[in-house]
C-alpha cells in the first residue's frame, strides 16, 4: 500500500499568514497515463470533507486561488497564502493512483 | 444542485448486517464512479469502496473485502453499501461521494452490542 506522510499534524497561525503543508508518498504517483492523481481536501468541524484541489494543482471550482497545489512524483505541498478564518480544519491529501487508495493522517490548521 | 443524501446508517450488533444508500441528484448519476469512505470517530479518512459509472467493475481495501460489497443503480441515481459480519472496528461516519468533488453529509454506523 502506497503510504502518505502529511506534516505537520498541527499548525496554529494568525490570520493573513501563509502556510504549507506537505504530504510525501512512499511510492511515485505519476499513472500509465502520465497524470499525477494527488487531490488535497478540506474538512471544516462538523462538516462533510471537500475536495479544494486534484492532480496535483488543480483548483475545484470555487476555491480561493490563496490555495496553490505543487509537487511531482512523490513529494506534494499545500500552500494556503493570506490565511482567512474559514480555512480551519483538517486538511488530508489523498492519492488516487494505486489501489487501495489512501489518505494522509491530516493536518488540523487553527486560527491563532 | 449536486446533492447525496446517504440513509441506512444505525446501530447494529457484531457480525450483524447492515444496508447504506446514497440517492444521487442534479448530476447525470451514470456518468461517474462512485465511492464511500468513512471516518471512526475522532480519527482520519479511510477509503471503503469504489464503483465503475456503469456498475461494471467494483474496487475494495483488504480491510472490507469479502465482507463490504458495493452497487448502483443507475436507473434510481442510487448507490448502496451491503456491509455484512460486521465488527466493533467498522463503526464510522460513513460518506458517498462522486469522484471526491462532491460528498454527501455521512450517516453513521455504529457496530456493539
Known amino acids: 500500500d502506497v503510504v502518505m506522510t502529511q506534516t505537520p499534524p498541527s499548525l496554529s497561525v494568525a490570520i493573513g499568514q501563509s502556510v504549507s503543508i506537505s504530504c510525501k508518498s512512499s511510492?511515485?504517483?505519476?499513472?500509465?497515463?502520465?497524470?499525477?492523481?494527488l487531490n488535497w481536501l478540506l474538512q471544516s468541524p462538523g462538516r462533510s470533507p471537500k475536495r479544494l484541489i486534484y492532480q496535483v494543482s488543480k483548483l475545484d471550482s470555487g476555491v480561493p486561488d490563496r490555495f496553490s497545489g505543487s509537487g511531482s512524483e512523490k513529494d506534494f505541498t499545500l500552500k494556503i497564502s493570506r490565511v482567512e478564518a474559514e480555512d480551519l480544519g483538517v486538511y488530508y491529501c489523498?492519492?488516487?493512483?494505486?489501489?487501495?487508495?489512501?489518505f494522509g493522517s491530516g493536518t488540523k490548521l487553527e486560527i491563532k | 444542485e449536486v446533492q447525496l443524501v446517504e440513509s441506512g446508517g444505525g446501530l447494529v450488533q457484531p457480525g450483524r448486517s447492515l444496508k447504506l444508500s446514497c440517492v444521487a441528484s442534479g448530476f447525470t448519476f451514470n456518468n461517474y464512479w462512485m465511492t464511500w469512505i468513512r471516518q471512526a470517530p475522532g480519527k482520519g479518512l479511510e477509503w471503503v469502496a469504489s464503483i465503475t459509472n456503469t456498475g461494471g467493475s467494483t474496487y475494495y481495501p483488504d480491510s472490507v473485502k469479502g465482507r463490504f460489497t458495493i452497487s448502483r443503480d443507475n436507473a434510481k441515481s442510487t448507490l448502496y453499501l451491503q456491509m455484512n459480519s460486521l465488527r466493533s472496528e467498522d463503526t464510522a461516519t460513513y460518506y458517498c461521494?462522486?469522484?471526491?468533488?462532491?460528498w454527501g453529509q455521512g450517516v453513521m454506523v455504529t457496530v456493539s452490542s
Open positions: 489523498l492519492q488516487g493512483t494505486h489501489l487501495p487508495l489512501t
Open positions: 511510492q511515485s504517483l505519476v499513472a500509465s497515463d502520465k497524470n499525477t492523481y
Open positions: 461521494t462522486r469522484d471526491w468533488d462532491y
